[in-house]
C-alpha cells in the first residue's frame, strides 16, 4: 500500500503563487511515477504534471510555463511550483502515484483546495 498526504493548498489572488507538496509513504517502488492531477466542479480529475523516477516531466498544455513539478526520491515528496495563477486554476488537486510493476496501481491523496480569486 502506498499513502500520500498532500499540503498548501489556499486562496490567493491572480498573479499569485503557491506550493503544492505531497509525501508518499509505504511501499513504493523505484519506478514510480508520481504526478499532480485536478478536479473542477462537476468535472473528471484532469492531468496537470508528473515526474518519473529518473527526471523526466510532462506537463499539461493549460499550465504550461506556469507549473513546474519535482521530487525529491530520497524523502518521497513532490511539489507543484505554481506561478501566475488564474480564477481557472481553481480546483482540488490530487497527488497520484503511479506504481509500475506487473500491475500498475494508481494512488491518490486525499485533495486540497486551491482558489483563485480575480
Known amino acids: 500500500q502506498v499513502q500520500l498526504v498532500e499540503s498548501g493548498g489556499g486562496a490567493v489572488l491572480a498573479g499569485e503563487s503557491l506550493r503544492l507538496s505531497c509525501v508518499v509513504s509505504?511501499?513504493?517502488?523505484?519506478?514510480?511515477?508520481l504526478g499532480w492531477f485536478r478536479q473542477f466542479p462537476g468535472k473528471q480529475r484532469e492531468f496537470v504534471a508528473r515526474?518519473?523516477?529518473?527526471?523526466?516531466?510532462m506537463t499539461a498544455d493549460p499550465v504550461k510555463g506556469r507549473f513546474t513539478i519535482s521530487r525529491d526520491n530520497a524523502r518521497n515528496t513532490v511539489h507543484l511550483q505554481m506561478n501566475g495563477l488564474k480564477p481557472e486554476d481553481s480546483a482540488v488537486y490530487y497527488c497520484?502515484?503511479?506504481?509500475?510493476?506487473?500491475?500498475?496501481?494508481?494512488?491518490w491523496g486525499q485533495g486540497t483546495q486551491v482558489t483563485v480569486s480575480s
Open positions: 497520484n502515484a503511479l506504481q509500475l510493476d506487473s500491475d500498475p496501481t494508481n494512488y
Open positions: 509505504g511501499n513504493i517502488l523505484k519506478s514510480t511515477v
Open positions: 515526474q518519473d523516477s529518473g527526471g523526466g516531466t
